[in-house]
């Protein structure tokens, strides 16, 4: 560890549908080391697929716009390089396994042609070492280099989340934008894929960002937490911190919903109410309308982010008065 | 590699449509059709232009096992002639039309927006032209011949592909294997050549094979109103038209061309409908 890898800094995405805008990110920054790996947390439609989307820059070009920000990857904002550049490091330095592996192989090309297209891609080298490269790739995401001529639909779930993130790793990537690589998997699959993502890790010293919404997950794998609600990130900081001290009512919330194997209750603890709808965020605090520690000053105006210890920053008042 | 996956993607296809038998028959006549006009030279026993005014609208006989025409043609030949003209006005036109169909279908599904509108109001303005209209047009103004009535068809057919096409393509885009396809860094050309078309172009089959049958259908119409192949050059269509002066005696010289379009375009027909069968996974098994 030791540098930043990945910064970003104030990212706003919005989407525009014919009649209403989508304000999927606003003003989110936080930063990967070399090496480190992020979790990124929150409910289904927080923005966390659009941010990594954005750092990639393969976001749907006639609904999606950037508002501001800058994503520094290496020391170069991605958003200000040409098309011909982002090229380079696309796929190359920095790749994204999909969530639903069901559906992230294209069904009538072999698994092998996939894994070997990422590598040609970016490596002038002919048909047959690719090919090998390809095999390679296989045998260590643990699939019989033999398989490499086999269609998508002739491999099980956990398999082709193995393809997929074969084909995420094929160019040694030195950052990895893991959406939600477990979610589609049963349990058992998912500690193996995850295993696997850790020893690749330790080997290739790839940076991570995984994008999930199982705290589980993160405990497991994640050296820091990143916890986004309605495309804001509320709290931020290791995930030791986070874990033991949550100081955002949202993440406690979070927390207190996961049912607890040594307590007896019988009913989960939701948090009340719905996430805000992203065309018509609140003006104040997103969280305010559910949080039960909401003020008055929590709707007027919107919180900044404090940084409540070095490294945690949370995005609330409360803290703030805590503090004083 | 590629050899594999063609043999077993068309080994699945033919699988599951020999289980049905009216397909694998049309198919087989198909086949049949294609073979006897190659080989027309040899299977025919006379030439389709020898003539013989002393033997003219003959009845069936030994010599000429389906009579001879107003001119002492023999018809046997002249149908199996014809099969070649009609054969490629069927194939060559949908072959056109499907090339340029697929263009504009990928083109316009995958970019969406403004270059989809245009593209579907060109083809709206397209369309309310009554495609037949449009190829007696075509036919008038390039003038009469087998090129030209190919040529009038193919650009007939055009908005009927370029929209299944298109839609396909729409389902297709949105696939998170062409996400997959960006993140790895492959081009907009690449994406919807490699990935996008391949996984679209399944309607296309079926559409592309009934195609072939209502265009031999719309060649003999065209050849009928003398708009497509020249006498004395047969065709099906050309030959219902000359025998339409002797209709009423001698019946039969239409009936035998009209039964050979209504063959083909049958087997067309029914083998796109086993094909749609046999592409469709939510019937397999």
């Known amino acids: ?324 | 590699m590629k050899k594999k996956r063609k043999q077993s993607r068309l080994r699945e296809i033919w699988h599951q449509l020999k289980k049905n038998k009216m397909a694998v028959v049309s198919l087989v006549v198909l086949i049949v059709l294609v073979l006897i006009a190659i080989f027309a030279p040899l299977l025919a026993p006379y030439s389709y232009s020898e003539q013989n005014v002393l033997n003219a609208n003959a009845s069936p006989s030994a010599e000429h096992l389906l009579g001879t025409d107003d001119l002492g043609r023999d018809i046997l030949s002249r149908l199996i002639y014809g099969t070649r003209q009609s054969l490629q006005m069927g194939i060559f036109s949908v072959a056109i039309g499907a090339v340029i169909g697929i263009i504009v279908g990928s083109i316009s599904g995958y970019f969406g927006s403004w270059v989809d509108n245009l593209c579907m109001r060109l083809l709206d303005i397209y369309q309310a032209i009554p495609m037949f209209l449009l190829c007696v047009a075509l036919a008038a103004i390039l003038g009469p011949s087998l090129r030209n009535a190919i040529i009038a068809l193919g650009l007939g057919v055009v908005p009927g592909f370029a929209r299944i096409m298109r839609a396909s393509v729409m389902t297709v885009r949105e696939k998170e294997y062409i996400e997959a396809a960006k993140s790895i860094n492959c081009g907009t050309g690449r994406i919807i050549i490699k990935h996008i078309i391949p996984n679209a172009i399944g309607p296309m089959i079926v559409q592309i094979t009934m195609g072939v049958g209502s265009c031999i259908l719309s060649g003999a119409a065209l050849s009928f109103i003398g708009l497509g192949v020249q006498p004395p050059i047969p065709e099906w269509g050309t030959m219902i038209s000359e025998a339409r002066s002797v209709m009423r005696q001698y019946p039969t010289q239409a009936l035998y061309p009209g039964i050979c379009v209504m063959i083909s375009v049958l087997a067309c027909n029914l083998l796109g409908d086993g094909l749609r069968d046999a592409l469709d996974p939510r019937l397999k098994n």
């Open chain 1, 1 to 324: 560890m030791g540098e930043n890898l990945l910064e970003i800094k104030n990212l706003s995405v919005e989407y525009h549908t014919d009649d209403a805008v989508v304000y999927a990110v606003n003003n989110i920054s936080f930063e990967v080391k070399k090496g480190e790996s992020i979790g990124l947390v929150g409910e289904t439609g927080a923005g966390k697929t659009t941010i990594a989307k954005s750092v990639l820059g393969i976001l749907p070009q006639l609904q999606a716009k950037i508002k501001s920000g800058e994503i520094y990857f290496e020391g170069n904002d991605l958003l200000k390089l040409s098309e011909k550049e982002m090229q380079k490091i696309r796929g190359n330095k920095i790749a994204m396994i999909f969530q639903d592996p069901m559906t992230a192989l294209n069904p009538i090309e072999t698994v092998g042609f996939q894994i070997a297209e990422a590598i040609k891609r970016h490596n002038k080298i002919k048909r047959q070492e690719a090919r090998e490269r390809a095999e390679d790739m296989l045998e260590m995401v643990g699939i019989p280099g033999e398989r490499y001529r086999d269609y998508p639909h002739e491999f099980s779930g956990g398999m082709k989340q193995r393809v997929v993130i074969a084909m995420a790793l094929a160019c040694n990537p030195e950052l990895l934008l893991a959406d939600e690589p477990t979610t589609a998997l049963d349990v058992t699959i998912q500690a193996q894929v995850l295993d696997m993502m850790r020893n690749l890790r330790q080997k290739l010293n790839t940076s991570v960002v995984l994008i999930t919404h199982d705290f589980g997950v993160v405990a497991d794998f994640c050296d820091s937490v990143a916890v986004t609600y309605a495309g804001e990130i509320v709290e931020r900081g290791s995930v030791d911190r986070i874990f033991n001290n949550p100081k955002h009512p949202y993440t406690q919330g979070l927390f207190e919903s996961i049912p607890r194997l040594d307590s007896n209750e019988n009913r989960l603890k939701p948090i009340k109410g719905l996430m805000p709808d992203p065309t018509h965020l609140p003006e104040g605090c997103r969280f305010a309308e559910r949080c039960p520690y909401a003020t008055e000053e929590c709707t007027a105006a919107p919180p900044e982010a404090y940084e409540i210890e070095p490294g945690h920053f949370v995005k609330c008042f409360k803290v703030k008065e805590g503090e004083k």
